[in-house]
């Protein structure tokens, strides 16, 4: 999996591609949100448009990156899920916690509001 980060406005955006599944996947993305937290960047935005797997450690993954940043009183949002993850994540009730977007400039604008 790669992870490239970018910043808009006062979000950074986390554009990720490919699989995020045991071992160097999942650990691309929880070193990416460790490593912005370390920074003090505390609303990150999740572009998944480009993962085209997620297995159960990198749904987990997803879970301890949301915790993570909302210990340190933070928003992560997910941007523009595949259908397949966007099924998966409605199948394991995860829909309900993240909140999900498809248009990245609604979702800038979400973290106002």
Do not use: C
């Not at 790669?2 to 995020?20: E, F």
């Not at 572009?47 to 297995?55: R, T």
């Amino acid at each position: 999996m790669k992870a490239s980060t970018r910043i808009s406005g006062n979000i950074t955006v986390v554009d990720l591609s490919g699989r995020i599944e045991l071992g160097e996947g999942s650990s691309v993305l929880r070193d990416t949100v460790k490593d912005l937290l370390a920074k003090g960047q505390k609303k990150i935005l999740l572009n998944m448009g480009g993962v085209n797997y997620i297995d159960s450690s990198g749904v987990g993954e997803l879970v301890s990156a949301f915790t993570s940043v909302r210990k340190q009183d933070g928003e992560l949002k997910l941007l523009k899920l595949t259908r397949k993850i966007r099924d998966l994540l409605q199948i394991t009730k995860l829909y309900t916690v993240f909140e999900v977007l498809d248009d990245e400039a609604a979702a800038v604008a979400a973290f106002d509001r």
